[in-house]
C-alpha cells in the first residue's frame, strides 16, 4: 500500500494541527498504522500508533494527552490530531502500516512497519 501523509505546516506553540495519512487502497482497515516523527541531527521515534481494529492506541510519553491518532476506514485515512504544540514537537513526520497489525511494543518499533510515507514538515515557533 503506498501512503500520503499531509497537514503538515507552521504553527505558533500552543497551537493545533491535523495530521492526515491517506491509503492508495482502500484496505487501511487491515493495517496497523503509526506515526513517527524525525528531527534533524536525531534519530526518528515514535508517536502514535492505532492497531487494525482501531480498537487500541498507543502513544509515546511525550504527547500522551495532547495527541489524538484515529482512523476512518471508510476514507482510508488516518489523523494525528497534534494540540498545545511545543518547539520540540517540530519534525518531519512520517506515517506507516505494519501489514500484521501490532500490539503492545511491537507498535513503537519502526522496524516491524512496512510501508511508509513520504513524510510531512511541521515546524513550532515560540
Known amino acids: 500500500v503506498q501512503l500520503q501523509a499531509s497537514g503538515g505546516g507552521l504553527v505558533q506553540a500552543g497551537g493545533s494541527l491535523r495530521l492526515s495519512c491517506a491509503a492508495s487502497a482502500r484496505t487501511l482497515g487491515t493495517y496497523a498504522v503509526g506515526w513517527f516523527r524525525q528531527a534533524p541531527g536525531k534519530e526518528r521515534e515514535f508517536v502514535a500508533a492505532?492497531?487494525?481494529?482501531?480498537?487500541?492506541?498507543y502513544y509515546s510519553d511525550s504527547v500522551k494527552g495532547r495527541f489524538t491518532i484515529s482512523k476512518d476506514n471508510t476514507k482510508s485515512t488516518v489523523y494525528l490530531q497534534m494540540n498545545s504544540l511545543k518547539p520540540e514537537d517540530a519534525a518531519v513526520y512520517y506515517c506507516?502500516?505494519?501489514?500484521?497489525?501490532?500490539?503492545?511494543?511491537?507498535?513503537?518499533?519502526?522496524?516491524?512497519?512496512?510501508?511508509w510515507g513520504q513524510g510531512t514538515q511541521v515546524t513550532v515557533s515560540s
Open positions: 492505532i492497531t487494525r481494529s482501531g480498537y487500541r492506541t
Open positions: 506507516a502500516a505494519d501489514y500484521g497489525d501490532c500490539s503492545g511494543y511491537g507498535c513503537y518499533v519502526y522496524r516491524n512497519y512496512d510501508s
